[in-house]
């Protein structure tokens, strides 16, 4: 499955943004989709997880502020972002698997597919 992600932008402490990760799966709706983001230097480290439409799951950093949700359909997961912090700066990926065990959601290594990344700057 190819990934495509977009969004990415340049924006002030405390603003919004929605970060949108496209797929050519023909069977969307079987893979798990997560987001995770890297600065330079850092390990790539897990944001978030559609694991399907009702399950989502993410990181302590981010709980409360970031939303991840699936459009099947569309194919189109989306992360929305608000209370955006300068420590959110990063390059955005996202990975999709199909089958991903739920104690491995957070792991990188568990993702078959990757996105190109969409970079993040936020400004204090």
């Known amino acids: 499955v190819q990934l495509q992600a977009s969004g990415g932008g340049s924006v002030q402490t405390g603003d919004s943004l929605r970060l949108s990760c496209a797929a050519s799966a023909q069977i969307f709706s079987n893979y798990r989709v997560a987001w995770f983001r890297q600065t330079p230097g850092k390990e790539r480290e897990f944001v978030a997880v559609?694991?399907?439409?009702?399950?989502?799951y993410y990181a302590d950093s981010v709980k409360g502020r970031f939303t991840v949700s699936r459009d099947n359909a569309k194919k189109t997961v989306y992360l929305q972002m608000n209370s955006l912090k300068p420590e959110d700066t990063a390059v955005y990926y996202c990975?999709?698997?199909?089958?991903?065990?739920?104690?491995?959601?957070?792991?990188?290594?568990?993702?078959?597919?990757w996105g190109q990344g969409t970079l993040v700057t936020v400004s204090s």
């Open positions: 990975a999709a698997s199909q089958s991903v065990i739920f104690s491995r959601l957070g792991e990188k290594e568990a993702y078959a597919n």
């Open positions: 559609s694991r399907n439409t009702a399950n989502s």
